[in-house]
């Protein structure tokens, strides 16, 4: 993640560089857009209590859009997110692993902050699907949920010319949570959550890193 971030602080620095005086913003009416991000985070912890908890996921999530008016962009966004979770304890191994597709739309507003810097809220409202399996020593199962989630996610662009930019943010920093599904026993479950990742262990796992193209 360090590496990535490098390179993109150097992409930026060179663009500065060789930017011209007089600034063209590409988030014009009119404009269309494609872009993405993705995230990336592992995690490994081992206490005295012989308890080893190791965490890896990523996501990425494609979107395409057309501004409607300056620094105002309507889209279409998708995303792919795979989660791994392995507990073990005294020898015993319980895990649980996640595939999670969803669509949606989403609305984007930028705020110019400084020469090529930009300050972006993107909300979202997305209906996704996620198949779990679940496994210890001795069986495993499978469930299926289906979810709705609003959410909200902060992020910083950088504009390196009037046809791509670059941002990071955190994904649906801010977001409501409805799911529902069936427990191996058959019966129908549902849940619903007002979510933040601010002051959690999760906040780096939501951190994306893309880029845009207009045209």
Same mark, same amino acid.
């Given at each position: 993640? +360090?590496?990535?971030?490098?390179?993109?602080?150097?992409?930026?620095?060179?663009?500065?560089?060789?930017?011209?005086?007089?600034? @063209?913003?590409?988030?014009?009416?009119?404009?269309?857009?494609?872009?993405?991000?993705?995230?990336?985070?592992?995690?490994?912890?081992?206490?005295?209590?012989?308890?080893?908890?190791?965490? $890896?996921?990523?996501?990425?999530?494609? /979107?395409?859009?057309?501004?409607? +008016?300056?620094?105002?962009?309507?889209?279409?966004?998708?995303?792919?997110?795979?989660?791994?979770?392995?507990?073990?304890?005294?020898?015993?191994?319980?895990?649980? @692993?996640?595939?999670?597709?969803?669509?949606?739309?989403?609305?984007?507003?930028?705020? $110019?902050?400084? $020469?090529?810097?930009?300050?972006?809220?993107?909300?979202?409202?997305?209906?996704?699907?996620?198949?779990?399996?679940?496994?210890?020593?001795?069986?495993?199962?499978?469930?299926?949920?289906?979810?709705?989630?609003?959410?909200? /996610?902060? !992020?910083?662009?950088?504009?390196?010319? +009037?046809?791509?930019?670059?941002?990071?943010?955190?994904?649906?920093?801010?977001?409501?949570?409805? /799911? $529902?599904? !069936?427990?191996?026993?058959?019966?129908?479950?549902?849940?619903?959550?007002?979510?933040?990742?601010?002051?959690? /262990?999760?906040?780096?796992?939501?951190?994306?890193?893309?880029?845009?193209?207009?045209?």
């Amino acid at each position: 993640m +360090k590496k990535v971030l490098l390179g993109l602080l150097f992409l930026a620095t060179m663009s500065m560089s060789a930017q011209e005086t007089e600034f @063209e913003s590409p988030y014009s009416k009119g404009n269309f857009s494609i872009g993405g991000g993705f995230a990336i985070y592992n995690s490994e912890n081992t206490n005295v209590n012989f308890t080893n908890t190791e965490s $890896k996921n990523y996501s990425i999530n494609p /979107s395409v859009g057309f501004f409607i +008016k300056d620094n105002l962009m309507i889209g279409i966004n998708t995303r792919y997110t795979k989660t791994q979770n392995v507990n073990e304890i005294n020898g015993t191994e319980n895990s649980m @692993e996640t595939d999670s597709y969803a669509l949606g739309i989403i609305a984007d507003k930028y705020y $110019k902050i400084y $020469k090529s810097f930009f300050l972006n809220f993107s909300g979202s409202i997305m209906y996704g699907t996620t198949n779990v399996t679940r496994a210890n020593n001795t069986n495993t199962n499978n469930t299926d949920d289906e979810y709705f989630v609003v959410g909200v /996610s902060p !992020e910083l662009s950088y504009v390196l010319n +009037k046809h791509m930019s670059l941002k990071v943010g955190f994904n649906d920093l801010l977001s409501y949570r409805y /799911s $529902k599904n !069936e427990d191996p026993g058959g019966r129908e479950q549902s849940s619903s959550n007002l979510y933040t990742s601010l002051g959690s /262990s999760s906040l780096l796992s939501d951190l994306s890193i893309g880029f845009r193209y207009f045209f």
